[in-house]
């Protein structure tokens, strides 16, 4: 699990950084799938999930003319309560770790630190995500049947809830970005998996990379370039160790699932693949 820690690659925003390396396939144009594959007999049918395209991501694969980013991911709004508790650990971060920015806004974490109704809009306040797979490089043709047939397997008949608990440390493939992410290991974990499960058989269908053999899902809420995982990492330690004896909350927040969102370079805005129902 140690080695996982530094060599998940997200560069999702968060830590994302999910995207993976073209190869030679993804550079030759390749034929959808028959229509037959839009209805698999064997569908996930209503579980769904994500992590988002941030600014901060950074692509491992060259831009290919013809060819579009593709990102899957469940959309993350932190509620107003918890943001001052978030906040407050996003400022001691800073004190200690330089170099950390915002994720997606990509502004210096110690700048936004010295006014906290701007640290709580700007890098609380905003989209994040879970990716459900990895960033990755599609042709023009192939756009309408992957969307088709995500829609068709993350479509959604009931809510659920994510728990955001445990404070982790993320660095992306190459090593060359670290983020500072909450994961998600209790409600929601299991929900998020299926849906990851339904975007990689979708992926692999069209022949493009398939997400982690062991996904963590987590939103990330800051970034520094190279691999300073190990401060990071100490400033959590820290935190745990003063939170033992029952001080630290169960989690740091809980928020309802609401649908999985795509976006590509070809469509503006994301394209949404669920609509959660109505009710618990």
């Known amino acids: 699990?140690?080695?996982?820690?530094?060599?998940?690659?997200?560069?999702?925003?968060?830590?994302?950084?999910e995207s993976a390396p073209t190869s030679s396939k993804d550079s030759s144009p390749l034929p959808p799938p028959p229509l037959s594959l839009l209805n698999p007999p064997n569908s996930l049918g209503a579980r769904d999930y994500s992590h988002g395209g941030q600014a901060s991501r950074v692509r491992t694969f060259p831009h290919v003319e013809g060819n579009y980013a593709l990102h899957v991911y469940i959309p993350v709004y932190i509620p107003s309560e918890p943001k001052k508790d978030l906040a407050n650990f996003l400022k001691k971060v800073a004190r200690v770790v330089p170099g950390l920015s915002g994720v997606d806004v990509d502004v210096p974490l110690d700048t936004l630190c010295k006014d906290d109704q701007k640290l709580e809009e700007i890098a609380l306040g905003r989209e994040l995500h879970i990716s459900l797979g990895r960033t990755v490089p599609i042709r023009r043709h192939q756009i309408d049947s992957v969307v088709t047939m995500l829609r068709q397997k993350l479509q959604l008949h009931t809510r659920y809830w994510i728990d955001f608990s445990k404070w982790e440390v993320f660095v992306n493939d190459d090593y060359t970005r670290t983020f500072l992410s909450l994961e998600v290991i209790s409600a929601g974990l299991a929900e998020i998996r299926k849906q990851i499960q339904a975007v990689n058989e979708v992926y692999k269908l069209h022949n493009l990379p398939e997400f982690y053999k062991n996904p963590r899902p987590h939103i990330s809420l800051a970034w520094a370039s190279g691999d300073i995982s190990k401060s990071l990492k100490n400033v959590i330690q820290e935190k745990r160790r003063l939170s033992v004896g029952g001080s630290q909350r169960k989690c740091n927040f809980t928020c309802k699932f609401n649908g999985v969102e795509c976006k590509h370079d070809g469509i503006k805005p994301s394209v949404n693949l669920s609509m959660a129902a109505s009710g618990q």
């Open 1 to 17: 699990m140690e080695a996982l820690l530094t060599s998940y690659g997200e560069a999702s925003s968060e830590s994302d950084s």
